[in-house]
Every structure is written in structure tokens, then in C-alpha cells.
């Protein structure tokens, strides 16, 4: 079964940083993308960054470039998002899920990131 498992979320102050995890199984690793999103309350759920397990090719939204960098280990079927200077507007529930095609069909069950002012 395709399982997906988000950790490394918590409170942080503005300015701090995390590294969030999502160990992947189930599946052919590096045939599909891991794309990292998130929702805040009252907010639609936003596509945040994503990799290419293949070949390495990464995607940031404007919001967090230059501040949050993917990055995957192939061997252990574990992509990571470091996320530094964070931002209160960072605060969300993230997902990671997996992609084929730009369509996500399987989804962890989220961890949450609250960076305080």
C-alpha cells in the first residue's frame, strides 16, 4: 500500500527554521514527484514546492523561494522540505503527496507548522 509520513512540523518563531520530512512506501519511488502543500484556516490548500525523485528537478511557489529548499534521499524514499526565515504566513498544515502527471492521488496525514511573531 502507497503510505506517505510527514514529520519535523512544530512552533517556531519568526525568523526560525524546520525541516520537514515525508518518508514514502508502497511504491516506485523515483516514477513519481513528492509535492510538499499546505492549507492555513480559512484558506484553500496551496501547492508549496515539489521534486522529481528521477531526475531531481525541483518547483518552489513565489512565497517561499529563496527561504525553503526539497530535496530527496533516494535511498531511504524520504523527501525533505528546510524551511528557514519562516514566516507567520508559513503557518499551515502540511502535506506531502505523491504526483504523477501533476496529479496527486495519495496524501500523508499532515503535520502541522505554527511560526509565531
Known amino acids: 500500500e502507497v503510505q506517505l509520513v510527514e514529520s519535523g512540523g512544530g512552533l517556531v518563531q519568526a525568523g526560525g527554521s524546520l525541516r520537514l520530512s515525508c518518508a514514502a512506501s508502497?511504491?516506485?519511488?523515483?516514477?513519481?514527484?513528492i509535492g510538499w502543500f499546505r492549507q492555513a484556516p480559512g484558506k484553500e490548500r496551496e501547492g508549496v514546492s515539489c521534486?522529481?525523485?528521477?531526475?531531481?528537478?525541483?518547483y518552489y511557489a513565489d512565497s517561499v523561494k529563496g527561504r525553503f529548499t526539497i530535496s530527496s534521499d533516494n535511498a531511504k524514499n524520504t523527501v525533505y522540505l528546510q524551511m528557514n526565515s519562516l514566516k507567520p504566513e508559513d503557518t499551515g498544515v502540511y502535506y506531502c503527496?505523491?504526483?504523477?502527471?501533476?496529479?496527486?492521488?495519495?496524501w500523508g496525514q499532515g503535520t502541522q507548522v505554527a511560526v509565531s511573531s
Open positions: 503527496g505523491q504526483g504523477l502527471s501533476g496529479a496527486y492521488g495519495f
Open positions: 508502497g511504491f516506485t519511488f523515483d516514477e513519481y514527484a
Open positions: 521534486i522529481s525523485s528521477s531526475d531531481g528537478s525541483t
